[in-house]
């Protein structure tokens, strides 16, 4: 039985993430909304370029074609759009394949304020101040930074990267690190080292990817041939003795990732290379703008102490 959309891990993709709309976007820029409309309408079956967020979106989706029973995940279709407007992208979602039915078209409005109402444990756009409006009232969201496009066809698997503080967890440390230096941050977990950290913006969304990874383990226990479809990484510039924490906190969330680097300030793109995610979330933009953008999908989580602070943190930070 399908799961009901309660149950589900819920994606909102902003158009601007999915697609490539910078020609259109162009014209509402340059002649504004009517002209913007026309030329939609103008272009009606001219099926729209992939975004970034694409590639990440359409792996996602084929979770259900593993999993038809429970279609444990779905995608909803978030945009500034009016219906009318909207009609190019639902056709070229349809162009695509790609399994998305729900859609918020909002006109000219930012449609953050409805993620809870489609229980949407991401929101992901190109437009940054939806993002930090989502943010700011406690909803998870990321910023999806310009990269090239990957999509090969021959790559089944679904890679989602993530840090650590600020991200999957609150900003607690950070807020240590930021204002007292990595000799008192290191300190202070150690004291804390058996107390979870409160959850971050992208702790559920990381809790139902686990939720997967059960699914995926249930299947290889049926079918020895399975071949599983999901690895998560969490990649983090803690090291020890700051790791235990980490470990302590996964824990008492009964989740854990495939694979964990605790890298002591090391370039993260070292590792990135190798994973080589569909996406990858991290709440400073130092270490986003550090990593070769390439084709590795970066996303800004715009969130806790490293980004109200008025300078950038340097490339020890623990995030």
Same mark, same amino acid.
């Given at each position: 039985?399908?799961?009901?959309?309660?149950?589900?891990?819920?994606?909102?993709?902003?158009?601007?993430?999915?697609?490539?709309l910078s020609e259109s976007h162009q014209v509402y820029l340059d002649?504004?909304?009517?002209?913007?409309?026309?030329?939609?309408?103008?272009?009606?079956?001219?099926?729209?370029?992939?975004?970034?967020?694409?590639?990440?979106?359409?792996?996602?989706?084929?979770?259900?074609?593993?999993?038809?029973?429970?279609?444990?995940?779905?995608?909803?279709?978030?945009? /500034? #759009?009016?219906?009318?407007?909207?009609?190019?992208?639902?056709?070229?979602?349809?162009?695509?394949?790609?399994?998305?039915?729900?859609?918020?078209?909002?006109?000219?409005?930012?449609?953050?304020?409805?993620?809870?109402?489609?229980?949407?444990?991401?929101?992901?756009?190109? #437009?940054?101040?939806?993002?930090?409006?989502?943010?700011?009232?406690?909803?998870?969201?990321?910023?999806?930074?310009?990269?090239?496009?990957?999509?090969?066809?021959?790559?089944?698997?679904?890679?989602?990267?993530?840090?650590?503080?600020?991200?999957?967890?609150d900003d607690e440390s950070e807020a240590v690190f930021k204002r007292?230096?990595?000799?008192?941050?290191?300190?202070?977990?150690?004291?804390?080292?058996?107390?979870?950290?409160?959850?971050?913006?992208?702790?559920?969304?990381?809790?139902?990817?686990?939720?997967?990874?059960?699914?995926?383990? /249930?299947?290889?226990r049926r079918d020895a041939g399975y071949r599983r479809i999901v690895?998560?990484?969490?990649?983090?510039?803690?090291?020890?003795?700051?790791?235990? /924490?980490?470990?302590?906190?996964?824990?008492?969330?009964?989740?854990?990732?495939?694979?964990?680097?605790?890298?002591?300030?090391?370039?993260?793109?070292?590792?990135?290379?190798?994973? /080589?995610?569909?996406?990858?979330?991290?709440?400073?933009?130092?270490?986003?703008?550090?990593?070769?953008?390439?084709?590795?999908?970066?996303?800004?989580?715009?969130?806790?102490?490293? #980004?109200?602070?008025?300078?950038?943190?340097?490339?020890?930070?623990?995030?």
């Amino acid at each position: 039985m399908p799961f009901p959309i309660e149950h589900k891990l819920v994606i909102g993709v902003a158009s601007s993430a999915l697609f490539d709309l910078s020609e259109s976007h162009q014209v509402y820029l340059d002649k504004g909304p009517e002209e913007y409309r026309l030329y939609q309408e103008a272009h009606l079956d001219a099926i729209l370029g992939k975004g970034v967020a694409f590639p990440f979106i359409r792996r996602f989706l084929n979770i259900n074609a593993c999993f038809p029973d429970e279609s444990p995940v779905e995608v909803v279709l978030f945009s /500034r #759009n009016s219906p009318e407007t909207g009609l190019r992208v639902m056709r070229s979602i349809a162009h695509y394949g790609l399994d998305i039915s729900r859609a918020a078209f909002m006109a000219g409005k930012s449609p953050y304020s409805y993620l809870p109402a489609f229980n949407a444990s991401l929101f992901l756009s190109a #437009n940054e101040e939806d993002v930090r409006s989502a943010i700011a009232v406690n909803y998870p969201a990321g910023l999806v930074l310009p990269s090239q496009i990957d999509d090969g066809e021959e790559d089944l698997e679904l890679r989602v990267a993530f840090d650590f503080d600020g991200v999957l967890a609150d900003d607690e440390s950070e807020a240590v690190f930021k204002r007292d230096g990595l000799d008192r941050f290191h300190a202070h977990e150690t004291l804390h080292m058996e107390r979870p950290h409160s959850p971050g913006p992208l702790a559920n969304m990381f809790q139902k990817l686990a939720m997967m990874q059960r699914l995926e383990e /249930r299947a290889q226990r049926r079918d020895a041939g399975y071949r599983r479809i999901v690895r998560i990484a969490i990649i983090t510039a803690r090291s020890a003795p700051s790791h235990e /924490r980490v470990v302590t906190t996964l824990k008492s969330w009964g989740v854990s990732a495939d694979e964990t680097f605790f890298l002591g300030g090391m370039d993260k793109a070292r590792v990135l290379e190798v994973f /080589r995610p569909h996406i990858f979330f991290d709440d400073q933009l130092t270490h986003l703008r550090a990593t070769p953008g390439g084709t590795i999908p970066m996303v800004h989580v715009p969130f806790g102490v490293a #980004n109200r602070a008025a300078a950038p943190g340097p490339e020890s930070s623990v995030a």
